[in-house]
């Protein structure tokens, strides 16, 4: 406790107890955070999870992660260090687990419980509510679309006290809805907003980690992949699962119609997923097979990125807010992105990268023979992609921002106030 005490002294030199103004500076208390995830399966929202979490840990909060063993992602959590509250094995019955997080709740004193998945919006309610410690609920929406359900979408922030969006796209859909009934992506055809206190949405942008994602040497990598000396490398990072995968066919559709003018360039197809048939096929129909391929599954994504000369996005479903771009980014590389949902808030373009529009695979090939034709145009949109990334995008800076949420949250007597900016 901190005296700011201020002494006046009277005429007659003599102090009283009123003469002092006192005032104590209480420092933060520790906040008592619990995150759901019922997956661990991977992808982004498990890593963003997981991430925030560490985060948390290392400002001093204490956190714990309620979630299943024996996935793909348990042993991540055992190398961040997070301490892991094991729930039930298997999706059903629920009650089991929500049973299970609500004597965790009650066990831990939670002030805080935090759901990321959509089909952990109710268990993470439910848990709260039976719980009988009254944590603040928060959620966070990780997918540029509304929830599934009329209920979710009708009830849902009347049940929470902060709603937050990964990027000011997905606010404006749970807020105002987004409708494009022409598009032929059918989750994108109508994403009608929830009812209730849009007040308690608010945006807080993802991170990537800048110390692992950073400048490197990829020499090894580009030869194991055989990238001839002299090459310019082109690359989709990401899952290809069907229908249509992250806009990999599209990208080798661009690709042939430059292959002729640009033949220093290559294409590469990295991740993996149930379209690697179709894929290949692809390849060869194109008459791609010498300057394409589908790399085998990479887990060392720093050397992937860095083997790269630009990274392709070329997303045509849904993208609330692609960490990819921003991996790339601090690498140093430029980036070519579809102005899909929340990519546009990433990156300036003309100065980090370029952005062009969904769905056009002539404004995809132009963007790419310019990059591939012109070394200094590919150094000018790379050289300031790292520093914009650790002035906007660190998982520090995330962690600080959902920490301001929470003492936000914690600080408020009333619900409805929660989450508003």
Not at 20 to 28: G, K, L, N, R
């Amino acid at each position: 406790m901190a005296n700011c005490g201020v002494e006046r002294r009277k005429a007659n030199g003599t102090l009283k107890r009123e003469d002092f103004v006192t005032s104590t500076v209480e420092p933060a208390r520790v906040l008592r955070v619990l995150h759901l995830n019922s997956r661990l399966t991977g992808g982004g929202t498990d890593d963003q999870c997981l991430k925030l979490a560490r985060g948390l840990l290392k400002l001093g909060q204490s956190v714990w992660l309620a979630g299943p063993e024996g996935r793909e992602l348990s042993g991540a959590v055992r190398d961040l260090e997070l301490p892991h509250l094991p729930t039930p094995p298997g999706r059903h019955p629920r009650f089991r687990f929500i049973r299970a997080v609500a004597a965790e709740c009650r066990r831990h004193r939670v002030d805080i419980i935090h759901g990321h998945h959509g089909s952990d919006i109710w268990p993470t309610i439910l848990a709260a509510r039976i719980s009988g410690v009254g944590p603040k609920i928060v959620l966070t929406r990780h997918l540029a679309k509304s929830p599934v359900s009329m209920a979710s979408r009708w009830l849902l922030l009347s049940q929470v006290d902060a709603l937050i969006a990964v990027s000011h796209f997905v606010a404006r859909v749970l807020r105002e809805g987004v409708h494009e009934p022409e598009s032929p992506v059918a989750e994108r055809r109508s994403r009608p907003p929830l009812r209730g206190d849009h007040g308690k949405i608010c945006v807080v942008q993802g991170g990537i980690d800048p110390g692992r994602f950073r400048p490197g040497d990829a020499g090894e990598l580009r030869a194991a992949w055989g990238i001839a000396p002299g090459s310019v490398v082109f690359g989709v990072v990401g899952g290809y699962d069907l229908p249509r995968g992250k806009g990999q066919r599209e990208f080798l559709a661009a690709a042939a119609r430059i292959r002729e003018q640009v033949p220093s360039a290559r294409f590469l197809v990295i991740g993996r997923g149930n379209m690697e048939k179709i894929l290949r096929e692809d390849i060869d129909r194109l008459g791609l097979g010498q300057v394409a391929s589908l790399t085998p599954y990479c887990r060392d994504m720093p050397a992937a990125m860095n083997a790269l000369d630009c990274l392709v996005h070329p997303q045509v479903a849904t993208d609330a807010f692609p960490t990819v771009i921003l991996e790339a980014m601090a690498c140093g590389k430029p980036v070519i992105a579809t102005a899909c949902d929340g990519a546009p808030e990433q990156f300036e373009h003309g100065r980090n990268g370029l952005l062009v529009p969904m769905e056009n695979v002539d404004a995809l090939a132009d963007a790419m023979r310019q990059l591939a034709s012109s070394p200094e145009l590919r150094s000018r949109l790379g050289s300031g992609n790292r520093d914009h990334v650790l002035r906007h995008f660190t998982l520090d800076l995330l962690a600080e921002r959902v920490l301001g949420v929470y003492r936000r949250l914690a600080g408020s007597g009333s619900p409805s106030r929660a989450g508003r900016r």
